[in-house]
């Protein structure tokens, strides 16, 4: 698979796109690669695209080891390779168990989840996969988490199926030619794998 656009670099682009790009540049871990190499083309979408993220990334409700699971299972819905790679070790940095990845990476439903994981894990799978949420279920997640975290892990998982088509699209690998983490499938058997 080889990437659709060059690698953008700092010094090609226009002096009026440089700030964003320093902003880009204090906390991306890919550099100006990964996502940002694709919304650069468009600045100022990128703009706005790169304070919505630093939102739902630093600053959300949600928080970290289950914000970054949730990245997780929007990549592993979407087999989206890079986002995988880029998150598995902030979410392991944040909390987020080894076994916990591995099930999510091998398309199964955890098995050892906390109740925080197992209540995101079943709310991002049926927003995902179905388009809704469970009455049960959005009860649930508004009385434990409260309604802002639920709002904004809804916005975090919309948002994150933005970033996986736009890393699939342009076809984003994984820097420096590594393996691939996830093993591509059919959306019909993530669909059933996961909803199992």
Known sequence: ???????????????????????ILEVSSAALGGPYNALLRSPEMARKAFDFLDYLRFKTSVNKRLNEFAILIQARISNAQYEWWAHE????????????????????RPANLQADERLVYDYCVQLSLNHRVPDALWQEAVREMGEQAVVDLTVLSGTYVMVSMLLNATQVGIPGGGAEPLQVLDPLDIRQRLLA
């Open 1 to 23: 698979m080889t990437e659709r656009l060059a690698q953008i670099t700092y010094d090609a682009l226009p002096v009026a796109v440089r700030p964003l790009a320093d902003d």
């Open 89 to 108: 070790p902030i979410a392991r940095k944040a909390g987020l168990s080894d076994a916990v990845m591995r099930d999510l990476q091998q398309c199964q």
